[in-house]
């Protein structure tokens, strides 16, 4: 193929406003506040890339990230889109800390790239499927609004609701009830984001046990450097133990791998990168751990991305891509059509699909 190279790089602030804080058990967040890279080829062509950083998770935000996306603007000016893995390298060797920008920069790369091969993005990732269905996320709210807020999921679709704890434990234990009562036939799975020690965690699930609540994953109970804590947690229960924070690269994902913590690895696009989050599956997939893929708060943009990239890839036996925007607030239009709790992707829209409103 002949070389195309980029002519032009925008980078903007994308800032939406949340209709409720979204609660965890290390942060709240009121608003989203990412990043939007722009690149424009020389034959016209132009590729979106969205970061979305969450400072308690990756230390970004949106400042460090406009400051990174703006130093590499003249780095990758010029350069062909078709080597989007050397540039990728290349900022890895030089921003190797600051992993949201770096994977904007891969997402409008990718996206520009499958646009001129004229190819949908789940494509270009292996094509096993063109849907995918989605949990949706209960995060930390009183158990009346968990209730109402679990009937009203149930009835909209969703078979596998997750909610947030790692808190107080006998508020997510209430949490958890009111869910079960609300919603009492769907999959529950729970993340504690790095919130209990390891004894508070096993602790935790004996509770879970003696209220009849059974999860079907429990996501990152421990610090996300104690490997040997969720080991502790994993061999004393019966429930699949998920890993998230605990993997942010493919060396991440190996040490998982050696010390036998986790039954899935949980990988989000803005956590590793794209390029990285291949890896990532591969590793997991060589030694049998199951995979999941998360979300932080993104547009419909970079969760677009999300959904090619496990629909692509056809290899993940969870997914939680919730969309948390008001459509009328979205920044972009086209992308996955979403119809609660499916997402299905168009083979006639090249790229991720999404247009800038």
């Not at 696009?269 to 993104?298: F, P, Q, V, Y």
């Amino acid at each position: 193929m002949k070389a195309i190279k980029i002519k032009e790089v925008i980078i903007e602030p994308v800032n939406v406003p949340l209709d409720e804080p979204f609660k965890i058990a290390i942060g709240t967040k009121y608003s989203i506040e990412n990043a939007l890279i722009t690149v424009v080829l020389e034959n016209g062509i132009v590729g979106y890339g969205e970061a979305a950083p969450l400072e308690p998770i990756n230390g970004e935000n949106q400042a460090t990230v406009l400051a990174t996306l703006n130093s590499c603007i003249d780095f990758i000016k010029g350069k062909d889109v078709a080597d989007y893995r050397a540039i990728s390298a290349t900022l890895r060797s030089v921003f190797w800390a600051q992993v949201t920008a770096r994977c904007a920069v891969e997402m409008a790369l990718l996206d520009a790239y499958t646009r001129v091969l004229d190819i949908p993005l789940y494509q270009f990732f292996g094509g096993a499927g063109n849907k995918a269905e989605t949990d949706y996320t209960i995060d930390i709210v009183p158990p009346e609004t968990a209730k109402v807020n679990a009937a009203r999921l149930a009835a909209a679709g969703y078979t596998v609701l997750k909610t947030k704890v790692g808190k107080k434990l006998t508020d997510d234990i209430d949490r958890l009830l009111a869910i079960k009562e609300g919603a009492p036939a769907c999959g529950l799975t729970i993340d504690a984001n790095q919130g209990y020690s390891p004894c508070e965690a096993v602790h935790f699930i004996e509770e879970m046990g003696k209220n009849n609540i059974r999860p079907i994953l429990f996501e990152q109970p421990v610090s996300r450097y104690d490997l040997a804590g969720m080991r502790f947690v994993k061999d004393h229960t019966s429930i699949p133990i998920g890993a998230d924070e605990s993997v942010f690269t493919s060396a991440d994902a190996i040490n998982v791998v050696r010390t036998g913590c986790a039954d899935y690895i949980n990988i989000k696009l803005m956590k590793s990168g794209i390029i990285e989050a291949m890896d990532i599956a591969a590793i997991a997939r060589s030694a049998n751990i199951k995979l999941m893929i998360g979300c932080m708060l993104e547009t419909k943009l970079a969760l677009g991305c999300s959904v090619h990239f496990a629909a692509g890839m056809g290899c993940f036996s969870h997914i939680d891509l919730d969309p948390h925007i008001d459509p009328e607030l979205e920044p972009f239009t086209g992308g996955p059509d979403y119809r609660a709790p499916f997402y299905t992707l168009s083979p006639d829209l090249p790229g991720v699909g999404c247009v800038k409103r």
